[in-house]
């Protein structure tokens, strides 16, 4: 092959050429593999039927999803199996895994709702993947996918999660929790508030089954325990080949929870009611006590809500924790993710949506 992919495409991320050009070549199976850039490799079968991004490497330090991403493309190229869907493998930001930290100067899972501005190495590493997958769903019109995999910087009562961005497509998640279940996740978060991370970039924008995973816990590069990881990398391979996905585990349950509010930090004096290292998920009754801002007291709303991504530190403006509670959405009907509503069966903002695009 590409001699460039052939010591793996991990290694090649981390220590390129400083004369990367980009290339392709077709494997002996039919599958067309070509290197768009570094850090991004791009498999093309003779037919498809899905578009696939699997994103890695969006936070530095989280290197679990970086391994099983470089395992996969090793894999295609070694033609251990022939993808029958198109596949775009992302791994985002080799300066920060070289640095072992989450981003260098600004966190790059905020920097896509819009086209950047170019202050610093994220905002370009942003525009240059937002360019990437626009330009990949562009290429056709199968059934568009992304999974954002990351690594918890915290405990959390689920060990593995998906969050589903909320969005103003009519898209049918169904099929994506149903995944969740097959790669044996713990629990889904349905989201309610637009954001502006990667997997919400490409459900806004092409409407695709799109979900961020948060998976086990950080650990130094090879340091993971991938065993962790097979039921997903099953998962996602028989995705990619568009075989029957493998059976719920049948010994952990599956959590399903919505978004009921997003704290927000407006001021300096924003205190949480608990520690800021509080495991994702943990239960408060109703009435206790969440935060205290100037004299503003936040409490759990009836039925109790659980706390993710608690974090006290932010800037002034920024989501100082999510408030979920449990919700068993009704499969028999289509699941849509709305914003500001509740998933369900109505797509509130498809009709919204055009007017706002
Ligand atoms: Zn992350």
Redesign the pocket.
């Known amino acids: 092959m590409d001699s460039q992919l052939s010591g793996g495409f991990l290694k090649h991320t981390l220590f390129p050429p400083s004369n990367f050009i980009p290339s392709s070549i077709t494997l002996s199976n039919g599958i067309n593999v070509s290197h768009n850039a570094i850090g991004v490799v791009e498999i093309t079968p003779p037919k498809a039927d899905k578009a696939i991004v699997v994103s890695s490497g ?2 530095g330090d ?1 290197t679990a999803p970086i391994e099983l991403v470089d395992d996969l493309v090793s894999s295609i190229l070694d033609e251990a199996f022939r993808p029958t869907t198109r596949l775009l493998f992302i791994i985002a930001h080799p300066d920060a895994i070289h640095a072992h930290t989450r981003f260098i100067e600004e966190n790059l ?1 905020r920097l896509f709702a819009v086209k950047n501005p170019v202050r610093n190495k994220e905002c370009e590493l942003a525009n240059e993947l937002q360019a990437q997958v626009q330009t990949f769903f562009a290429k056709g019109c199968e059934e568009p996918w992304h999974f954002d995999l ?2 918890a910087i915290r405990a959390s009562k689920h060990y593995m999660f998906g969050v589903v961005p909320a969005s103003s497509k009519a898209t049918d998640v169904r099929p994506l929790v149903g995944f969740l279940k097959a790669s044996h996740m713990d629990a889904v978060m349905l989201s309610r508030t637009p954001s502006s991370t990667f997997s919400w970039y490409s459900a806004e924008k092409f409407g695709a089954m799109a979900a961020t995973f948060e998976m086990g816990r950080v650990a130094r590069l090879y340091e993971n325990d991938m065993g962790e990881f097979v039921p997903l990398r099953e998962a996602l391979v028989a995705l990619m080949c568009s075989e029957a996905l493998p059976a719920p585990s049948s010994e952990k349950g599956f959590s399903s929870y919505k978004v009921t509010r997003t704290i927000t930090k407006t001021d300096d004096a924003f205190n949480l009611a608990f520690s800021d290292d509080a495991a994702n998920f943990t239960y408060f009754a109703e009435g206790e006590e969440l935060a205290e801002e100037n004299g503003t007291v936040f409490s759990a709303i009836a039925g109790g809500e659980a706390v993710v991504f608690p974090n006290s530190k932010v800037a002034i403006g920024q989501r100082a924790a999510l408030l979920v509670q449990p919700f068993e959405p009704d499969l028999s009907e289509p699941l849509y993710v709305n914003v500001e509503r509740e998933p369900g069966p109505i797509a509130y903002s498809a009709n919204h949506s055009r007017s706002l695009s």
Do not use: F, V
């Open positions: 969006i936070h989280e899972n990351h690594s």
